[in-house]
């Protein structure tokens, strides 16, 4: 079967047949695929344990797919764009046959540091090619990379390294967002003093900040590569993977203070970032897509990598922030390279909203096509301008709802096939089964309904457990409705059966579209020695989607009111990272909880959303005077 869909009646045909025959939909997808031995079995599966395998007795190497398959057809073609931080700064191009060498090159530079199959290495990079290559080289040689967003502070590196017991750590020097220097190999110092399982650390030039280099574990990624050169540059066979040999791990937070592992494995994620890349953007060969997320994040690894140089398509990166050095950063970038297909997040489209019209001005972007959302519901206000200023009311807009544990794109329009509605993410793509359940679990059938999200039949992308904790990846997405995957999200289903996902459920918030628990920021704010308790909960926020409010128990506060928020701010940064900080922080004498002792998060919601006219029953309460001193200081 071709890969991908033309008309809205074919989606219609081909998402039935994907329902009524799921293994023979997605074997007949995997043939656009290569294979070093092909599958005996396509899935076997149930959700109860849950146990997941997809295309099982099947061999490949993703890297194959990604690079070598396309080297005697379009090797010359442009696999990856560069736009560097600053404007001035010259960009790369690497063609596939670039791309494929420099993969090859750097893998053999892991080998020759110790690194094998099965073992995890951990990412820690800025937006440069190498960090894309850094990926791959991981893949080729089938250890499993642990990407960490740069934003991410020491100790939430170290967590997860030691979670995933990397052995080695690629970084860099620096890295460059707007006027900002990222230091991160001193951040990656700072984490590695908890860290026993890594005995090399690979560290790109990238900004030449001064660093420390530690004598035997520190060695610089140039000076291995002139070793691979000097050995004659060995070609570097991709090692045999089977189909769920796990590919990465992916961090992620839930509701509870401890983020997960979420793990995928190469041939389902394969398969279903490749398909779904292809149809949801209708990419056509030559056109240049600009996805405008960072590695760190699924988005990056799905829709930067992975899933566009399957398909053999041009990916533009960028290394900088849409408003640095004007808010027409995004702009003047699809000008430069005639961008086709843009892919970004709300938040970047309300910000660079707030800006008005002018840094628009003079811009050709008459090259875009096609546009795509993802992150967050994009509110209809942002979809409009969206449309309407950037898409010049050309373009379809793919309004693409998935999270990081499904791998891939779930629920979106097909660009050019599917009739769009602002604020929907509009129809399942074929192979996605979703349900609306109610709270005890039963299915909500039939349209205009509303409920929790769930999909009740596995997909080649979807997690196939957490990291170190099978137990809790059962716990987390399949026991809260028996048989059934559970995503957290609340969502609508219109009288069309077009979908409106509504946001979390959970103590999940979605902050400028990076995924934040609740509970995180709440362990990291009581860290500060003059914090007894603390209770965080999301807010509307004009830009970011949702802002960080919390209220916070301290009760030896006196005039410095202002200093401890400060500190506050500052120690969340250093715990987490500076994307967690607090936006708001109250000071309260007590939280309300019930008499077993739960903070009453639904009041502290609806306080922070500036809305008390309502605040529900509150007779269960322990001390309802509380509830009033809150109300009475909120901010
Ligand atoms: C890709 C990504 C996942 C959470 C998810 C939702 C929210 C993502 C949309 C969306 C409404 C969308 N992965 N979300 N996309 N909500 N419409 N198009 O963001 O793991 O970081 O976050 O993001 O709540 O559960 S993620």
Redesign the pocket.
């Known amino acids: 079967m071709k890969l991908t869909i033309d008309s809205f009646e074919e989606y219609k045909k081909i998402y039935d047949y994907s329902v009524s025959n799921p293994e023979a939909f997605w074997a007949e997808i995997a043939e656009n695929f290569q294979w070093r031995k092909k599958w005996d079995t396509v899935v076997k599966w149930n959700f109860k344990e849950p146990n997941i395998r997809w295309f099982d007795g099947a061999t490949l190497n993703i890297t194959e797919n990604c690079l070598d398959r396309h080297l005697d057809t379009i090797g010359d073609r442009p696999a990856i764009i560069w736009e560097p931080n600053d404007p001035e700064e010259s960009h790369r191009v690497l063609t596939y046959k670039q791309l494929h060498e420099k993969v090859c090159q750097f893998a053999n530079v892991l080998k020759n540091n110790g690194a094998k199959k099965g073992d995890r290495i951990c990412i820690y990079m800025p937006m440069v090619p190498e960090l894309a290559i850094a990926v791959l080289a991981c893949a080729r040689i089938g250890a499993i990379h642990s990407v960490v967003f740069g934003g991410f502070s020491a100790q939430s590196i170290a967590d997860r390294i030691q979670d995933a017991g990397c052995t080695l750590v690629i970084t860099a020097d620096g890295g460059f967002r707007g006027t900002k220097e990222i230091p991160l190999k001193s951040v990656i110092d700072d984490a590695l003093v908890q860290c026993h399982t890594v005995q090399k650390v690979i560290v790109l030039t990238r900004s030449r900040t001064p660093v420390s280099m530690i004598k035997g574990r520190d060695v610089w990624w140039e000076d291995e590569l002139k070793k691979v050169e000097t050995m004659g540059n060995p070609p570097c066979p991709a090692e045999e993977m089977a189909a769920e040999d796990e590919l990465f791990i992916l961090y992620?937070s839930g509701s509870t203070g401890k983020p997960k592992g979420v793990v995928h494995t190469c041939a389902g994620y394969m398969v279903y970032t490749g398909y779904t890349f292809a149809n949801v953007f209708n990419y056509q060969p030559g056109e240049i897509y600009f996805c405008t997320a960072d590695i760190g994040?699924?988005?990056g690894h799905s829709y930067i990598v992975y899933g566009p140089l399957s398909q053999g398509a041009t990916s533009l990166m960028f290394e900088g922030i849409p408003t640095w050095p004007d808010a027409g950063r995004f702009w003047d970038i699809v000008q430069k390279y005639q961008v086709n297909i843009l892919y970004t997040a709300p938040t970047a489209i309300r910000s660079l909203m707030s800006f008005g019209l002018e840094p628009l001005e003079g811009k050709d972007l008459s090259s875009l096509k096609k546009l795509g959302?993802?992150?967050?519901?994009?509110n209809e206000e942002a979809w409009h301008w969206y449309d309407e200023h950037i898409g010049k009311r050309k373009c379809p807009i793919v309004?693409?709802?998935?999270?990081?544990e499904n791998g891939g794109i779930m629920i979106s329009p097909i660009a050019n096939v599917t009739p769009t509605k602002p604020g929907y993410?509009t129809l399942p793509l074929p192979g996605v089964q979703p349900v609306i359940v109610d709270e005890n679990g039963n299915e909500i059938a039939g349209n205009g309904v509303s409920g929790n999200l769930c999909i009740k039949f596995p997909w080649p992308g979807m997690l196939r457990t957490t990291y170190g904790d099978h137990e809790r990846c059962r716990t987390t997405y399949f026991a809260t409705y028996p048989d059934m995957y559970f995503?957290?999200?609340g969502c609508l289903r219109d009288e069309d059966g077009y979908y409106r996902?509504t946001?979390?459920v959970d103590d999940v918030l979605?902050v400028s579209?990076h995924?934040i628990g609740t509970a995180e920021v709440e362990n990291a704010i009581n860290m500060h020695s003059s914090v007894v308790e603390s209770a965080v909960v999301g807010y509307p926020h004009d830009i970011k989607g949702q802002g960080v409010y919390a209220f916070v128990v301290c009760p030896e506060l006196h005039d410095d009111a202002d200093l401890t928020r400060k500190d506050i701010v500052m120690t969340v940064s250093r715990i987490i990272g500076p994307i967690a900080k607090p936006d708001k922080i109250q000071f309260v004498s007590g939280l309300p909880k019930t008499r077993s002792g739960k903070i009453m998060r639904r009041i502290l919601r609806k306080i922070a959303e500036g809305d008390t006219s309502n605040l529900g029953d509150t007779t269960t309460l322990l001390d309802p005077a509380v509830v009033e001193e809150i109300k009475a200081g909120a901010l």
């Open positions: 992620t994040w699924i988005t959302s993802v992150g967050e519901p994009i309004d693409t709802w998935w999270q990081t993410a995503t957290g999200d996902i946001g979390r979605n579209g995924r």
